[in-house]
């Protein structure tokens, strides 16, 4: 195995890499990326057994194939330490890699690819190929709502739906949830629901190009986005998906409709003086006026803030947990957003003011009991 | 002046034991792990008084228990029925005293200074205390009665079991002095052995030492003893203190390789922990796991909630999951011990959407909750989930 490559291509690639590979793991080989030289290119792998990246690099000599797994942490640094000039790579005796570049030589100590881990094999996959700025969208939408408790490892991921007529994805960690429908693109591929974890949503948000398509395999256990010289492969996070739509209020009958910029920038700061545990700030409704207020009894600080909204139900407070409640505010895109209230111990259901085409976006937050 | 009362329950696993069973009454009890016929590798919980005739006290290992009085009771601890009865002790406690501090399932300080004339005098609520013990729960206390809560604990060890000891302000220094220094709080083996080497045995001969020597010799903790060894303790009886953490623990007879039989242990001891948990109506934002492999290389990992728990389910998740990573190479397993801590009152907080169910869970584990306490700890158990 012996080729040359550029050092920009390398270290974008490696940092890529980067991004699954465990810095610290109880199996110590997944600390390495596997370097494979074939005719084509050269392919760099890691893995942290969930999540698996692949990616084929030009290089500019390719001299007899072959393999070798390299330590991700002493490789990334080396090259991210070098000038944007062309490397010599050789496979010499015993698994030792020789690097060579116009001033230095230098030897790691590498693996045998047979210690690495074989890549998962899809069985009765199917394909389909969907917009990225569609599944971008979808995704950046739902990911902050994901669970990360491992009470219930079902929540654990961007539940992904394909039905018929819509493609759907919906997270939720219990406390709020988000759920977006898409009705106007259609998969050419038989329903089917899939528990993404959310390692791999952020690989491939990083991913994903602006334009264009990327096609998905998917079988029982995996799935795997192909994006041109990169793929991306993730186990499904298993378990029973909870019914959702049974949480979903449809009888919330008062409405607030409030700047979203002005809402952001108070509950900030009136945030500031909430108990740093629990982030509990009181939104105080009354017609067309919301007070926004928080104190820690423990270290005695408060704050409140007035704000003009429009609001035709009767006075009521409610209280919530303020990062929950920035997340959400954060993702509605419109100027404007609307809350659809019922009572202070049942969810708020929260919407931008206006729709994209073909789309219907809702997000749902649970209170925090007032004592 | 304060008046402190300190209630020591005789024996306690042990006295409920032999209560339950008139067939092992004035029979040496030992309460703790399998003896395994001398071969068990776990340790002596409570010992009955027959039982410490024959050199056998709690914390020893349950092997050497078997050497000294093979022919001892050897019971499983049965934690919840302990927990049951302390429960009812506490609270005939709080009919007499305004501030309780359960230091434990068998013992708790009761401040009843300012209440003494509404029951006409610390002894007579003490003696009450005493007598609905015996009539209530057919177990003996010893009760120590003082101005501090060093003095009641130490009057209270004085005459046990069943002992009733007052010492009064002015009797301090002679209830005292004779007493050995092991006695006193913060003389422990170390403690006991440097002042030993020193020719200081007594509490009269320890206040001989000057406040000076004792400071340099044992730092911050010789100020301590110049003070205990007057009878000086101004610590007060806190109510509101309770156990900053709760775990059960578990050593196999030998070692265990089995996943599902680890599983299912870990299961058994999540049900425990839950139990205690939610008998004193609190949660937990903290799991620990405890581990030890056959060659007592011992690995705790705690696991921090973002949502307080308290179903026996959700501490089992988290416990096997960690179990799950401190083992993935299926050593051969000692002991497993499960633990909350970071405990809060349950009630209130962040609501969820899935709370119906979450309800009829944590309405599912307390009707489990008080089958046990009726029916005892084996009425009901939760089967293995594989």
């Known amino acids: ?371 | 002046m304060r008046v402190i009362i300190h209630v020591d329950m005789d024996a306690f696993y042990a006295s409920i034991e032999q209560r339950d069973n008139p067939v092992i009454r004035n029979r040496p009890v030992v309460v703790g792990a399998d003896p395994a016929g001398g071969s068990g590798r776990g340790v002596v919980s409570a010992a009955s008084y027959e039982a410490r005739t024959f050199g056998i006290h709690s914390a020893m290992p349950i092997s050497t228990a078997y050497k000294r009085c093979p022919h001892a009771v050897f019971l499983p601890v049965d934690t919840e029925k302990y927990c049951r009865v302390s429960s009812g002790i506490m609270a005939l406690f709080h009919e007499y005293a305004p501030v309780v501090e359960a230091v434990s399932l068998d013992e708790a300080f009761l401040d009843v200074s300012g209440v003494q004339r509404l029951f006409s005098g610390a002894e007579r609520i003490a003696r009450t205390i005493k007598e609905r013990i015996l009539s209530e729960h057919r177990l003996t206390a010893s009760v120590g009665i003082a101005p501090n809560k060093l003095l009641a604990k130490m009057a209270s060890e004085f005459d046990k079991p069943d002992g009733f000891t007052v010492v009064p302000q002015e009797r301090v220094q002679q209830f005292l002095d004779p007493l050995p220094v092991s006695a006193l709080w913060g003389v422990g083996k170390k403690t006991d052995v440097r002042l030993a080497a020193m020719g200081v045995r007594t509490v009269r001969q320890l206040r001989a030492v000057p406040q000076q020597d004792l400071e340099s010799i044992f730092g911050k903790n010789g100020g301590s003893l110049w003070n205990y060894a007057r009878g000086l303790d101004d610590s007060p009886v806190e109510a509101g203190r309770q156990a900053k953490s709760i775990s059960n623990e578990h050593t196999f007879a030998r070692d265990e390789t089995c996943p599902e039989v680890i599983a299912d242990t870990i299961l058994q001891l999540s049900e425990k922990v839950g139990f205690r948990l939610r008998n004193r109506r609190l949660t937990a934002k903290t799991i620990t796991f405890k581990l030890r492999f056959e060659d007592f290389q011992t690995l705790v990992r705690a696991k921090t909630v973002d949502h307080p728990v308290s179903l026996s389910e959700d501490i089992y998740a988290a416990a096997v999951g960690i179990y799950g990573e401190l083992n993935r190479e299926r050593r051969p397993v000692r002991l497993i011990g499960v633990g909350v801590s970071h405990l809060g009152e349950s009630g209130g907080g962040q609501m969820s959407f899935f709370s119906e169910e979450r309800e009829t869970r944590e309405q599912l584990s307390l009707t489990i909750d008080e089958i046990k306490k009726r029916f005892g700890e084996n009425a009901i158990r939760r089967g293995p989930r594989y």
């Open chain 1, 1 to 371: 195995m012996k080729f040359s490559i550029n050092q920009s291509t390398l270290l974008e690639a490696l940092q890529n890499i980067g991004r699954v590979v465990p810095t610290r793991s109880t199996t110590p080989i997944l600390e390495n990326i596997l370097f494979d030289l074939e005719d084509g290119g050269l392919k760099i792998t890691g893995t942290d057994l969930e999540v698996s990246i692949t990616t084929r690099v030009p290089v500019e000599q390719v001299d007899t194939p072959g393999s070798i797994a390299l330590p991700a942490r002493v490789m990334t640094e080396m090259i991210r330490s070098l000038p944007d000039i062309s490397i010599q790579f050789e496979l010499e005796e015993n698994n030792k890699l020789k690097i060579t570049t116009d001033k230095g030589r230098y030897h790691v100590s590498g693996l045998s690819k047979d210690n690495y881990p074989e890549q998962p094999q899809f069985s009765d996959a199917e394909n389909f190929t969907v917009p990225n700025q569609l599944i971008a969208r979808m995704l950046q939408k739902t990911i902050f709502a994901v669970s990360s408790e491992e009470l219930r490892p079902a929540l654990m991921g961007v539940f992904l739906q394909i039905m018929p007529d819509e493609f759907r994805m919906v997270a939720t960690d219990g406390h709020r949830l988000s759920k977006i429908v898409n009705r106007g693109f259609k998969a050419e591929v038989s329903p089917l629901k899939m528990i993404i974890p959310p390692k791999a949503v952020q690989i491939a948000l990083k991913n994903l190009e602006e334009e264009g398509d990327t096609e998905l395999t998917i079988d029982q256990t995996g799935l795997q986005f192909n994006f041109g010289n990169t793929t991306l492969y993730t186990r499904l996070v298993e378990g029973e998906y909870p019914d959702y739509e049974r949480v979903i209020p449809r009888d919330n009958d008062k409405t607030l409709t409030v700047d979203r910029e002005l809402l952001i920038s108070s509950v900030k700061r009136v945030s500031l003086f909430a108990s740093a545990l629990t982030h509990q700030i009181r939104l105080e409704l009354s017609p067309n006026q919301l007070l926004v207020c928080s104190e820690d009894l423990e270290v005695g600080g408060e704050g409140r803030e007035t704000l003009d909204v429009e609001y035709d139900g009767e006075p009521m407070e409610i209280g919530y947990n303020a990062n929950y409640l920035l997340d959400i505010l954060r993702h509605a895109d419109t100027e404007q957003v609307v809350f659809k209230l019922k009572s202070p111990v049942r969810a708020a259901l929260i919407t931008p003011t206006a729709e994209n085409e073909n789309e219907s976006f809702i997000m749902l937050i649970m209170p925090i009991k007032l004592g």
